[in-house]
């Protein structure tokens, strides 16, 4: 059984760990983008143009 204070350390990794790989995703994301000339600055631009390049068979999901 953990303590209170290993639950919240705990919690707190798992938070960090879904946070950065969240962060990762996006920069392979971006980078697939950027090979084809694309470059967008935010998180909606970049879901925004792999939907749309995906539409159009650039990139594959």
Do not use: C, W
């Not at 209170?4 to 919690?11: G, N």
């Not at 000339?37 to 999901?61: A, C, F, S, W, Y």
């Amino acid at each position: 059984m953990l303590t209170k204070e290993q639950e919240t350390l705990y919690k707190i990794a798992v938070e960090l760990s879904v946070n950065r790989s969240y962060y990762a995703a996006f920069a392979a994301a971006r980078a697939v983008l950027i090979l084809f000339g694309i470059d967008p600055k935010t998180h909606n631009g970049v879901k925004t143009m792999i939907k749309r390049n995906n539409n159009m068979g650039q990139v594959e999901l």
